[in-house]
């Protein structure tokens, strides 16, 4: 299993919204070709969990984690497109996050890590597409965080985007998901083994994050899908573990959400959650204009796509629609579809017979 | 402060679903007078958190859960009818329950307490029925676990209910509802001083119950009333803590949920409210028939009431029209209403404006 992840180093000082880190690194990955025009570019943003890496590639075989939208014939097609996929900052998968050594004391951030926004996120991005001497943008694309990422990255650099393709995603965050993402926080925290973030980094608080990432599963799907797929079926093996542990597990869907969160565990860093679910609590395009609409006027963007899914209760189609017509007003030409997927805020990673075509379309228009 | 409680004491053994209590009690309250012909009783069973005090009254003129319905003049009108409302069994306000002294043993059940279920606290009902001699009840009326408690009863005593008034619950819990209860569950037995049951009375796992609140109360309501009601809006000495603690509270809807979770820490057992949550998943009107339709044809009602709320997502829309569908095709006549209320699961014991006529004109048309 290769390794398609490129690194760029950041010589300077990297001026933070909230403070600044001494010559980070941002990873990427890229697929396709930049042409001789070098404006045949789409940026792709990532949402809270996922890396650079989108989809498989030569250096890198495995699936990505949005294979079935990005690669040769896709939707996003590389084949004509050059295609860059940038891993967050903050993130656990490359960038420069609360889990690096900081150069200035040889230890691992950890909190002194400065309070990350989307806007750094915005601004590692930003540095990987200088360091790729790309002037302008053909499109930005993100869903859920990554959404929210690239309108950050487009209000910060109206010259550097031509189109957005936003998806599942708001410009803010409403008090119900901050709820959501504070009690996610809550759970890690009061892990003991969190020990205010100096925990060992082969000993992870693995059971809160494992109930944060529970209380994620439940709140990234949506009843109606969990009705077809799980209805009331038990555990074959009910009985017994009913006999143990009289609040043990006893329905199918107690064992499917067990066996996802466990799965997580591993895969990321305590302290990395922490700063990337605080960030997105905190965006709001508003501070970039005074109000949503002020922020939106100053958009340099041609024409937008924004998709929302109408079982999403994370990110309400009402805050997709909220942006649509903050552009539609900013005079931006936008198309705008919530679909009818059953997957709520993860149907853009499981729907794709709704989403490939929504996606390609964005990019047919062009 | 006085208590309006009665305590039926049943000599004889109590036959449960899964297993027996020596002699429990059922405390119960009542408002209103019997008539002589003894057919203006209306008996109501509580939700997951609620006592039998559902009024105020001459020996408790404290305010009860539902003090705007029921009571003189009151949709629920005490000058008309003869309220019953009964302390479900298990529950810790005065019914037998998991916190309450086995005379077999002489120590407190704990988890030696049977697994609940709905028809149980049903049965605990009917005794308190026959005990008042009531031979057919004018209503039966609940809302959300006590919904489906009514539905159990109904089921049950064929004969003894006349109509049915039942709010925001349904047939069977579906799996997301399940799934969060589930971990609600979890985040209490994850507590160290759970202890498996065994904590002394006075040091219950306060934490785990504090997270399980909360997670409860963003399930309960919905996002488009914290939207309206908290905005984005920062707690006022938000700086301070945000530096002491960077994961620290910061928006107004975090420290709402964090008062109003303390504030039901003390007030309820933590082995109570396990055995009562685990109760709601296991309920399932198929039982009684082999399908949903199967047994809601046997029920003996002449007509119900059905209540829904559009903003709820524990107990969907979809379970009342099931409901709905599912008694009209039994014959019996169903009036069907989903209000437009926007505090979602909550609303019957907050939007008293809509549930206030729509609970009224239950007994209006009888």
């Known amino acids: 299993m290769g390794d398609a992840r490129r690194f760029l ?5 990297f001026q933070m919204v909230h403070g600044r880190l001494r ?3 941002i990873a990427y990955e890229t697929l396709g070709e930049l042409n001789e025009s070098r404006d045949n570019a789409v940026l792709i943003l990532t949402g809270l969990s996922a890396s650079a890496h989108v989809a498989s590639n030569v250096e890198d075989p495995t699936p990505g984690w949005w ?13 004509r497109y050059f295609v860059v996929c940038v891993c967050s900052l ?7 996050c609360p889990a690096s050594t900081d150069p200035s004391t040889g230890s691992a951030y950890r909190l002194t890590f400065p309070m990350l926004t989307l806007e750094d996120i915005a601004h590692g991005a930003k540095c990987v597409i200088d360091h ?3 002037k302008r943008l053909h499109s930005v694309v993100g869903a859920s965080m990554g959404g929210m990422s690239v309108l950050a990255f ?3 650099y109206p010259d550097a985007v031509n189109a957005m393709l936003n998806i599942s995603a708001g410009a803010n965050s409403q008090p119900f998901s901050i709820a959501l993402r504070s009690l996610q926080r809550e759970l890690v925290c009061n892990d003991p083994k969190w020990l205010n973030g100096e925990y060992p980094f082969d000993q992870q608080p693995q059971e809160g994050m494992r109930l944060a990432r529970k209380l994620g599963m439940i709140s990234y799907r949506s009843s109606q899908e969990w009705r077809d797929r799980f209805g009331r079926e038990r555990i074959t093996d009910a009985d017994a573990n009913v006999h143990t542990n009289p609040f043990g597990m006893d329905f199918e869907i107690e064992a499917y ?4 969160a466990r799965s997580f565990m591993d895969a990321f860093d305590a302290n990395c959650y922490l700063y990337l679910s605080r960030a997105i609590d905190l965006f709001d395009a508003a501070d970039h204009g005074g109000s949503v609409q002020l922020a939106i006027n100053r958009l340099g963007i041609e024409r937008a796509t924004i998709l929302g899914v109408q079982s999403d209760f994370l990110f309400l189609p009402d805050q997709q629609r909220e942006l649509k017509n903050a552009m539609s007003s900013a005079g931006i030409r936008v198309e705008f579809e919530i679909l009818d997927s059953i997957q709520g805020h993860d149907s853009f990673l499981v729907d794709m017979n709704r989403f490939r ?3 390609a379309a964005h990019f047919n228009r062009s």
Chains 1, 2 share one sequence.
């Open 257 to 260: 959400l067990s066996a996802r």
């Open 9 to 13: 180093s950041i010589d300077d000082e």
């Open 357 to 359: 075509p929504a996606i």
């Open 132 to 134: 790729l001497e790309i």
């Open 90 to 96: 903050g993130s656990f998968f490359g960038s420069t």
């Open 23 to 25: 010559q980070p690194t």
């Open 154 to 156: 487009a209000l910060m």
């Open 67 to 79: 294979e079935d939208v990005v690669g040769p014939g896709k939707p996003i097609d590389t084949h």
